[in-house]
């Protein structure tokens, strides 16, 4: 499995809009993504001008699909209307466990 970690930093008033943006037009189009597992959007709670959006893939090739379908950078998911957003991208591998 491949998480890829967004941290996002904006105005604290920009929150709401980025929130907004994930849940109706990012989410809606990576949830059709081949390989696409599941993401989350993490608000923080004390410092409220930052944000990470954890999306979590099948495999490495399905992370990198995406990246190149525009999905995570195109008019999908524009994430520079959201003003003053600056973004860091990092991509890992995951070992996990769980109990069911």
Not at 5 to 34: D, S
Not at 47 to 58: F, N, V
Not at 79 to 95: E, F, N, R, S
Request: charged residues 10%.
């Amino acid at each position: 499995m491949y998480v890829q970690l967004i941290t996002i930093h904006a105005a604290p008033h920009a929150i709401p809009q980025l929130r907004r943006l994930v849940q109706t037009q990012f989410l809606p189009k990576i949830k059709q993504e081949t390989g696409f597992i599941a993401a989350q959007l993490m608000a923080h709670i004390d410092h409220q001008d930052t944000a990470q959006l954890i999306i979590y893939w099948e495999s490495q090739a399905a992370c990198e699909r995406a990246l190149q379908s525009g999905t995570l950078s195109g008019p999908n998911f524009n994430l520079p209307a959201v003003a003053g957003l600056k973004t860091q991208h990092q991509t890992y591998v995951v070992a996990s466990a769980s109990q069911h």
